[in-house]
């Protein structure tokens, strides 16, 4: 059955709505960035661009670095621009835009996030790189998917009880990365943990300005939790909503971060600006190994 106009909207030109792309604008290897400008802080290594669009928040270049061809987004800020960005993505690889039907062979995009994060761990330094071997969904986004499938029960029941979690607030949720793409990108100077992925910055994330916090000691809870070999790396904006999409979507993905911030700490880098660079420079490598 054909999807109708009002659920998969298109552009006159046939590109998906939001995101202005045609299926043979993107690669199969995409690299997401929260900010637009350091789109070009990545292809500026390419040895070619063939294709570049904006639309709203939403830059994409396509190029090829090293004789690899690669997808470089913009998503935004947020777990709602996450919704939109990896669900038309899904449509330009997976469905027929002219026929408006779901195709019968379906392609796994690979999708790495290169973003910039604070440390919530006092052995996880400023300058250094966090690979997020789970998102731990605190925003509620997800719940309007069927995700029995991507949970992790155990771990989220553990969370739930140790920071004694509001009923009133959507149930936490925790999705693994790509085991893959891990392998991959695992290094020895690489720090691993469990990504939070908040709905805000401020009072989501802990911070107070004139608003006072629902749980003021929520940060230090997080800070302190662990199960098993589960702890709480760092804090940042879209990393569960792109493990759990990807997931359902049957799509791999990772999460690569650039500390610049140590909360506990109290530190923050003193040339952030060179970290993203290392980190971007470290993720393009691994891409064409």
Do not use: C
């Not at 500026?44 to 669009?53: A, L, M, R, V, Y």
């Not at 913009?74 to 777990?79: N, V, W």
């Amino acid at each position: 059955m054909a999807i109708q106009e009002s659920e998969l909207i298109l552009n006159p030109d046939g590109s998906v709505y939001h995101l202005n792309l045609l299926p043979e604008h993107i690669s199969d290897t995409i690299i997401f960035v929260g900010d637009q400008d350091r789109v070009e802080k990545i292809t500026k290594h390419f040895d070619t661009i063939e294709f570049s669009t904006q639309k709203r928040e939403f830059k994409t270049q396509t190029g090829t670095y090293k004789g690899k061809r690669l997808t470089v987004l913009s998503t935004g800020i947020g777990p709602d621009n996450i919704d939109i960005v990896l669900n038309e993505l899904d449509a330009l690889v997976n469905i027929d835009l002219k026929t408006r039907k779901p195709k019968d062979t379906l392609t796994t995009l690979n999708i790495v996030r290169v973003g910039t994060s604070g440390s919530l761990q006092k052995d996880i330094p400023v300058d250094s790189f966090v690979l997020s071997t789970h998102g731990l969904d605190l925003n509620g986004m997800l719940h309007f998917y069927q995700i029995d499938s991507i949970s992790n029960n155990d771990v989220e029941n553990a969370f739930i009880d140790f920071t004694n979690w509001d009923n009133n607030k959507a149930r936490p949720i925790v999705i693994n990365n790509s085991k893959t793409l891990e392998a991959h990108f695992d290094g020895p100077n690489i720090h691993k943990g469990m990504t939070a992925t908040a709905g805000g910055f401020y009072g989501p994330q802990g911070r107070v300005l004139r608003l006072p916090l629902f749980d003021a000691s929520l940060n230090n809870k997080m800070d302190t939790f662990s199960y098993k070999d589960y702890r709480i790396s760092n804090f940042e904006m879209e990393t569960s909503v792109i493990y759990g999409l990807s997931k359902l979507l049957g799509h791999n993905a990772l999460s690569l971060n650039a500390i610049i911030a140590n909360r506990p700490n109290g530190t923050f880098s003193k040339n952030p600006k060179q970290v993203v660079e290392n980190l971007i420079q470290y993720t393009l490598d691994k891409l064409v190994e």
